[in-house]
């Protein structure tokens, strides 16, 4: 699946939620979205793309530079490569 995909699924299965005869008390409840490296990535992009569905999100170890080209992917194995050299 996409990344598009894999966000409106979460999305649908939140409003699935939400609107069950037998979760009405989920249906004014805020949803926080929580994830670590992909995870934080997916957490981060579906608040900023669903601000009216998701209310939070904690993006842990989300490497988010990566895509802008800020860093080197090979960053951290290039050093740990250089230690285990020496």
Request: no cysteine.
């Amino acid at each position: 699946m996409t990344v598009p995909q894999v966000m409106r699924d979460f999305v649908n299965l939140i409003n699935v939620l939400k609107s069950d005869i037998n979760h009405l008390e989920l249906s004014e409840r805020a949803v926080i979205v929580a994830g670590g490296s992909y995870g934080g990535m997916l957490s981060a992009w579906m608040r900023m793309y669903f601000p009216n569905q998701i209310q939070g999100a904690l993006a842990a170890s989300a490497p988010i530079l990566w895509f802008k080209g800020y860093i080197n992917p090979n960053a951290w194995s290039d050093v740990a490569s250089n230690v285990i050299l020496q």
